[in-house]
């Protein structure tokens, strides 16, 4: 009955010393060694069989990262796990203690498309590591083949030519990454996002040279309210892309896991567009589509046809089952200005739910690393640029 470890890791802004990833921002080598030193060591006490990596600018720093937590884990092991000649090995606890190498695991970068390496103005993408390999190549979504548009119909009592307008999008602001894990005898598709921030998406004039929204002197609160609108519709665009991969892996009943930073909480609407709906609890109650007169409601048969094919497609948060379970009332992965919430996500389609049809195994723990974050509100704690700003998640799964 093999277990596995499956883990989302915002790294915060990976790259090399001495390189401007955003406008004025880079590490000193001593910087860098910092932050290397830490990313190593969390992924140290992480000791995830599968990885899903964040804010990644460059490949090669990756990979030195994971070189340094190699170096460290065969360390640790030496110090704590007896030689094969003493007979007490064997014993759960050493196995526990030990540290499994990555130097045989596969990585997928997926980096970001519109990352021309134009010092200062560096986009990140996002990174698999997994130490069972991949069963396929990886797939990247990014560029849409045909641009996503979202029609809007004009509002009821309005008539004529009345143009409700369309949002169009053309590319994710960065890459999903999409790779397929063999774990036992099953294989799991693994989704890797990060979804456009909160941050306010400010329109810059034609020869200007900013966003009048930008400068704080002239502070506009209307005109910094539609820059978050802007952040919060491509951000739902973005979710529906990630939802319809799914979909499609769904349709063939292939296991699915989402992770990354998902910017928002698991009921925000983005996010409940990436899990899916829930089933209205009867739908006996409720008048159908086509209905003619008062008492038009769905049967008792499509009752159960339309739960069913609700929950075929459903994901579910593994914070919220690992917190039913636990009884633990909060996990957070974000902390700022006073707010702690969880904006880093595992999501589980139903063939990881013990009660569901055809299972295929069941989270047992849900693991949060976040005694590095500060809450940004408090002058006595202040913020370490050089640390991850994201709390990281693991799920532990046990396959059947």
């Known amino acids: 009955m093999p277990r596995f470890t499956i883990a989302s890791f915002n790294v915060k802004n990976l790259i090399g010393a001495d390189q401007e990833y955003y406008e004025f921002q880079s590490y000193t080598p001593e910087e860098y060694a910092w932050k290397e030193d830490w990313v190593a060591e969390q992924l140290l006490s992480m000791n995830a069989d599968i990885v899903c990596f964040q804010e990644i600018f460059d490949g090669d720093a990756l990979r030195s990262v994971i070189d340094e937590t190699d170096e460290r884990g065969n360390a640790l092991n030496d110090a704590s796990i007896p030689d094969k000649s003493k007979g007490y090995h064997k014993k759960a606890i050493f196995r526990k203690l030990g540290y499994t190498p990555y130097d045989e695991a596969a990585l997928a970068f997926a980096p970001n498309s519109a990352d021309e390496g134009v010092p200062g103005q560096r986009r990140p993408g996002v990174a698999i590591l997994s130490r069972f390999g991949f069963v396929e190549p990886p797939e990247i979504i990014q560029d849409l083949d045909e641009p996503l548009e979202i029609p809007f119909q004009p509002l009821r009592g309005l ?58 002197t002239r502070y506009d609160p209307l005109g910094r309210a539609m820059g978050s609108l802007r952040s919060a519709v491509r951000r739902m665009a973005e979710a529906w892309v990630l939802r319809r991969a799914i979909l499609e892996e769904l349709k063939f009943n292939r296991p699915v896991m989402v992770l990354g930073d998902f910017n928002d909480g698991e009921h925000a609407v983005s996010s409940e567009i990436i899990s899916g709906e829930i089933p209205f609890k009867n739908y006996g109650w409720m008048l159908r589509h086509d209905a003619k007169e008062y008492n038009d409601r769905y049967s008792k048969e499509e009752n159960l046809q339309i739960t069913a094919d609700v929950e075929r497609v459903r994901l579910h948060s593994a914070e919220k089952l690992f917190v039913k379970k636990s009884l633990r ?51 006595e704690a202040p913020y370490n640029k050089l640390a991850s700003d994201h709390g990281q998640i693991m799920a532990h799964i046990r396959v059947d």
């Open 329 to 379: 009332d909060m996990v957070y992965t974000s902390a700022f200005g006073g707010v702690y919430e969880s904006i880093d996500q595992i999501f589980l389609s139903r063939h990881f739910l013990p009660e569901a049809d055809n299972t295929m195994g069941e989270m047992e723990y849900f693991s949060v690393f976040n005694d590095h974050l500060t809450d940004g509100s408090h002058p």
């Open 159 to 216: 008539t004529g030519d009345k143009d409700a307008g369309v949002f169009r999008l053309h590319r994710i602001s960065r890459p999903i990454l999409k790779v397929r894990v063999p774990v036992g005898e099953q294989v799991i598709t693994v989704f890797n996002c990060h979804l456009k921030s909160k941050l306010g998406e400010y329109h810059k004039p034609a020869g200007a040279e900013f966003a009048p929204e930008q400068d704080l």
